[in-house]
């Protein structure tokens, strides 16, 4: 009912963020941004205010004159909720309630009320609810002070919030439950992680900035049924799928939760174990909305977060997505990936180029052997046909010959000799 209410009747919101005097422009792209994390929470951005400031107010964030012209804007407007583009102190958002009479959030909590709207499978749940608390453990501030959001609305989902009214003795005790609970998922997670390597498919991790493409892409190379929609974290939900390439060759292809710029830190704690799908792939399929104006800016959010979970070692493939609606003349580069490819997911442009730069990446990744295996063992050509690339493949008199790209440490299990 309070959703199909949120619905008919979206919460009015203004939005407001500091910046450095001569940065105004980096911060109407990042209210853009913040604009669209709003609508994808159901709200409705009525007003938007930027102060260029040398530095952030302690006790309000922005300056005393503009928390008064905040206050017009909020009147004027009718707004229900003011929503900060940094991560605001609860000394800030406690006097900034005081002085504009509404409720006042930041992009982290803003965030983590579109997870905890997204969540579906158990372990997002529990990841988001886990983030929601070890966030109210940093705001916590006095004996008994509560963070509940007044009035209901963006920022009042979750079964994390309602926890944050408990002292930190609870929220600690609760976190400490869900923490366990997560270990055994993630047990189970790494369980499945080295059924997939015993069986010697390639991982493939699909990362990018949220709504690049990534979920549309696994969907379009193996039929998957991903939920892909036009929206910020359409969805948290992580898919592996199987995908068999031209040379026969099998990989596992894995999506990840969207990246974005100032995801907050409880989110990539509390969502580790679902990123480390990246850290532990032997290839990075990089998805970036090419139509994007802000997609430079994107690309280097991802490579920051991949660098923050370990994963910034790994070859990374590009691929610039949406090319169907690109400008005329448009000149697009990654300098940091081992190759790019322009596609359209959409209408298939490209695509075909970009299963053959897995194919030749791959290949790259393991020892080139040519070796000849006698008729009697002939499940070793099997086994190299599954798990390798075949390059050549010969009937001759001392047996059948092969070329194929292999991990060692398959030629050391099937004792093949090199020649």
């Given amino acids: 009912m309070h959703e199909l209410e949120q619905l008919q009747n979206p919460e009015r919101l203004v939005l407001f963020a500091v910046t450095e005097k001569g940065e105004v422009k980096k911060a109407e792209d990042s209210l853009v941004e913040l604009a669209e994390l709003a609508e994808t929470a159901g709200g409705e951005v009525v007003g938007t205010m930027i102060q260029p400031l040398e530095a952030k107010n302690k006790k309000t964030y922005i300056g005393?004159?503009?928390?008064?012209?905040?206050?017009?804007?909020?009147?004027?407007?009718?707004?229900?909720?003011?929503?900060?583009?940094?991560?605001?102190?609860?000394?800030?958002?406690?006097?900034?309630?005081?002085?504009?009479?509404?409720?006042?959030?930041?992009?982290?909590?803003?965030?983590?009320d579109i997870f905890a709207q997204r969540a579906t499978t158990r372990e997002g749940i529990l990841q988001v609810e886990v983030a929601q608390l070890a966030d109210g453990l940093t705001r916590l501030i006095g004996e008994g002070h509560?963070?509940?959001?007044?009035?209901?609305?963006?920022?009042?989902?979750?079964?994390?919030?309602?926890?944050?009214?408990?002292?930190?003795?609870?929220?600690?005790?609760?976190?400490?439950?869900?923490?366990?609970?997560?270990?055994?998922?993630?047990g189970q997670r790494d369980m499945?992680?080295?059924?997939?390597?015993?069986?010697?498919?390639?991982?493939?991790?699909?990362?990018?900035?949220?709504?690049a493409g990534?979920?549309?892409?696994?969907?379009?190379?193996?039929?998957?049924?991903?939920?892909?929609?036009?929206?910020?974290?359409?969805?948290?939900?992580?898919?592996?799928?199987?995908?068999?390439?031209?040379?026969?060759?099998?990989?596992?292809?894995?999506?990840?939760?969207?990246?974005?710029?100032?995801?907050?830190?409880?989110?990539?704690?509390?969502?580790?174990?679902?990123?480390?799908?990246?850290?532990?792939?032997?290839?990075?399929i990089h998805v970036v909305?090419?139509?994007?104006?802000?997609?430079?800016?994107h690309r280097q959010v991802v490579y920051e977060t991949l660098a923050q979970i370990g994963a910034d070692k790994i070859p990374v493939l590009t691929v610039f997505n949406k090319k169907d609606i690109w400008p005329e003349n448009t000149i697009l580069r990654d300098d940091m990936a081992e190759a790019?490819?322009?596609?359209?997911?959409?209408?298939?442009?490209?695509?075909?180029?970009?299963?053959?730069?897995?194919?030749?990446?791959?290949?790259?990744?393991?020892?080139?052997?040519?070796?000849?295996?006698?008729?009697?063992?002939?499940q070793k050509i099997d086994f190299i046909r599954r798990y390798g690339q075949v390059v050549v493949e010969e009937y001759r008199e001392d047996g059948i010959y092969i070329e194929a790209y292999l991990e060692e440490a398959y030629i050391q299990k099937l004792d093949l000799k090199r020649e």
């Fill in 192 to 211: 499945n992680r080295e059924i997939r390597k015993k069986q010697g498919f390639p991982l493939i991790a699909i990362v990018g900035y949220t709504n």
């Fill in 289 to 297: 909305d090419g139509a994007n104006p802000f997609e430079e800016k």
């Fill in 214 to 284: 990534k979920s549309s892409l696994l969907n379009k190379l193996t039929e998957a049924d991903v939920l892909a929609e036009d929206k910020l974290f359409a969805t948290l939900d992580i898919t592996t799928r199987k995908l068999s390439l031209e040379s026969k060759q099998t990989v596992m292809l894995t999506d990840t939760v969207g990246f974005i710029r100032k995801l907050p830190h409880h989110l990539v704690e509390a969502f580790r174990s679902t990123l480390e799908e990246a850290v532990v792939a032997d290839l990075i």
């Fill in 64 to 112: 005393k004159g503009k928390v008064e012209e905040l206050k017009e804007l909020i009147h004027e407007t009718n707004a229900q909720a003011a929503i900060a583009d940094d991560e605001l102190s609860p000394s800030q958002i406690r006097n900034l309630e005081e002085e504009l009479g509404i409720k006042v959030l930041d992009r982290a909590l803003l965030i983590l």
């Fill in 340 to 378: 790019t490819v322009y596609a359209s997911v959409k209408t298939g442009e490209g695509l075909a180029e970009l299963l053959a730069k897995i194919e030749e990446i791959i290949r790259r990744l393991k020892p080139y052997i040519c070796t000849t295996i006698s008729y009697a063992d002939g």
């Fill in 146 to 186: 509560a963070l509940s959001r007044q009035g209901g609305g963006i920022g009042t989902r979750g079964a994390g919030e309602k926890k944050l009214e408990t002292d930190r003795r609870h929220i600690r005790s609760r976190l400490n439950t869900l923490c366990k609970e997560l270990k055994e998922l993630e």
